[in-house]
């Protein structure tokens, strides 16, 4: 059996299951550790210093130790439906913050209408090919088209989501669209933009 902490333990986990999802490393130099919970982790083994504030401080997912059954259970992030106007139909979302930049989609005058999850773009990442599916496709009055990905700033340095978008930004650059990667400080702007123009 794989033991926490063990050398072998650490590399099923880093070559097996997804950083940011599954887990996060311990940005501590000699630790970098996977684990489930930043804050959880620092106050196990690393009392006497603050965690850092400007990265994902858990994963998407865990799997409950005490579950004889093991399954993996979402991290209470807000899920639900989101009536869309201008698409009209109820669009799924994974959390707040996306039903927050629907809301404000649907106030842009700009906007003609938005798909979610709208095409699979492969990319490669540690040995294997894999598919991603960005958050939105935004269609605008003028023609053009942009692809949004909406993530928390924290999560912008992970070195998965850096490949998926480096192939997102390439199959963009062909198409002539544009890329972009809406975190809370843009979903901030696009909010202040709308107050100011209404």
Known sequence: MLQPGRPEFIEHVVGSHQEGREYIV????????PVRDIRAHYRACHKHTVP???MQMRCAIWSDPKDPTRKK???????????????????????????????????MDDVVKYEVEPLAI??????????????LRVYFRDGHKEIWEIKP??????????????????????????????????????????????
């Open 26 to 33: 311990c940005p501590m130099e000699h630790c970098k550790v």
């Open 73 to 107: 259970k979402k991290i209470g992030f807000e899920e639900g439906y989101f009536v869309s106007a201008k698409n009209r139909k109820k669009l799924h979302y994974r959390s707040s913050w996306e039903r927050e930049v629907y809301e404000t989609l649907e106030k």
């Open 122 to 135: 492969e990319y490669y990442f540690k040995g294997e090919n894999c598919n991603y599916l960005p958050d």
């Open 52 to 54: 850092p504030n400007n």
């Open 153 to 198: 700033s924290n999560q912008t340095s992970l070195a998965i989501n850096e490949a998926k978008w480096s192939a997102c930004k390439d199959y963009c650059l062909k198409r002539g669209w544009e890329f972009k990667i809406i975190t809370e400080v843009g979903l901030g702007k696009l909010k202040n933009d709308l107050r100011r123009n209404s």
